[in-house]
């Protein structure tokens, strides 16, 4: 073969190469075009509805995205404190929150430690942090000094109080306590009062036991004047059992043996001093009595008893009885 036939014979053996080649050339290219396009984009079905009012078209217009957002939470919020308060569980969900930023308080150094209470007599020191209501749960940074004055004041044993707070952990609190005076009974029921009128508790300790005894309506305000005056007679003051009020104008005394003194309703002071002089001169306490008026300001009335009245009577009818015919009556 001449060199002619060899090179005719090799171009034809690389045309299908060539071929081959274009093919694959081509896929490629077609198969990026289709990866390439996008998925048609389908439209998104729209609501049929009614024209909204004027008021809807504003809000919407005019109201923020996460405006609405916030109002969601908060009707979310009012829901839940409603069910609060229509449950009756206000009073837990507050304790539950005080003890809560209590507890924090206490964990960062905050906790109370030291308490010192100054001035009480009647009340013991767990008694005034109960009725402050300070207890171990309390924390110095959330405790409100002028709450817990005002639930110190509020109880009658305390008539005033200070409240001072030491950081990190000591409270102190100083107190002036009322004095217990007297007893004061009215419709049956028995109480501890102080000077000025105040119940301070009913009467149920031994240790009130030998307070005077103030009866009536009206007797509490009134008892600190009139026993003032009555003890500037220590011998009628000395037998006197109760002092009792009547009509809110006028003092009764009932001694120990169960003698009645009705005292005027003006100038006392010279009724006691006359019966002070009647006991020391005439033993006036001792004879057998039951009562002595002096509500009229120029007599003095003495009652019996039943037993004098009786000899008395006894007495007339003999006395009576040995007169002579002749005499006069």
């Given at each position: 073969?001449?060199?002619?036939?060899?090179?005719?014979?090799?171009?034809?053996?690389?045309?299908?190469?060539?071929?081959?080649?274009?093919?694959?050339?081509?896929?490629?290219?077609?198969?990026r075009?289709?990866?390439?396009?996008?998925?048609?984009?389908?439209?998104?079905?729209?609501?049929?509805?009614?024209?909204?009012?004027?008021?809807?078209?504003?809000?919407?217009?005019?109201?923020?995205?996460?405006?609405?957002?916030?109002?969601?939470?908060?009707?979310?919020?009012?829901?839940?404190?409603?069910?609060?308060?229509?449950?009756?569980?206000?009073?837990?969900?507050?304790?539950?929150?005080?003890?809560?930023?209590?507890?924090?308080?206490?964990?960062?150094?905050?906790?109370?430690?030291?308490?010192?209470?100054?001035?009480?007599?009647?009340l013991s020191q767990d008694e005034v942090l109960a009725i402050g209501g300070v207890n171990g749960?309390?924390?110095?940074?959330?405790?409100?000094?002028?709450?817990?004055r005002d639930k110190l004041k509020a109880n009658?044993?305390?008539?005033?109080?200070?409240i001072l707070k030491l950081y990190p952990g000591r409270l102190q609190i100083d107190i002036v306590e009322r004095t217990a005076f007297a007893l004061w009974q009215q419709d049956g029921r028995l109480a501890v009062i102080a000077e000025d009128g105040a119940v301070l508790e009913p009467f149920v300790a031994r240790r009130f036991v030998s307070l005077p005894l103030v009866v009536g309506k009206g007797a509490d305000v009134k008892a600190r004047d009139f026993l003032a005056l009555l003890d500037r007679y220590p011998q009628v003051r000395s037998v006197t059992k109760a002092a009792i009020l009547v009509g809110e104008?006028?003092?009764?005394?009932r001694l120990k043996d169960g003698l009645d003194i009705r005292l005027p309703e003006n100038d006392v002071g010279n009724a006691l001093?006359?019966?002070?002089?009647?006991?020391?001169?005439?033993?006036?306490?001792?004879?057998?009595?039951?009562?002595?008026?002096?509500?009229?300001?120029?007599?003095?009335t003495v009652q019996l008893s039943e037993e004098a009245a009786k000899a008395r009577e006894e007495l007339f009818k003999d006395k009576k009885s040995k007169k002579k015919p002749g005499d006069s009556a």
């Open positions: 073969m001449d060199g002619a036939g060899r090179s005719a014979r090799s171009v034809r053996s690389q045309e299908p190469q060539a071929d081959l080649k274009a093919a694959a050339i081509g896929a490629a290219v077609l198969l075009e289709r990866l390439g396009r996008r998925a048609p984009v389908q439209k998104r079905p729209t609501i049929d509805r009614e024209p909204s009012n004027r008021l809807v078209r504003l809000v919407e217009r005019y109201l923020p995205n996460r405006l609405g957002v916030a109002l969601t939470v908060l009707m979310l919020l009012g829901s839940a404190g409603l069910g609060i308060v229509k449950g009756g569980h206000v009073d837990e969900f507050m304790v539950g929150l005080s003890d809560t930023r209590n507890a924090l308080a206490n964990s960062v150094g905050f906790r109370i430690t030291e308490v010192a209470i100054n001035g009480r007599r009647q749960r309390s924390s110095l940074l959330f405790l409100d000094a002028t709450t817990l009658p044993w305390i008539a005033d109080a200070a104008r006028r003092w009764n005394l001093a006359v019966l002070s002089k009647l006991d020391k001169e005439d033993r006036l306490f001792s004879r057998d009595i039951t009562a002595v008026d002096m509500r009229l300001p120029d007599r003095l």
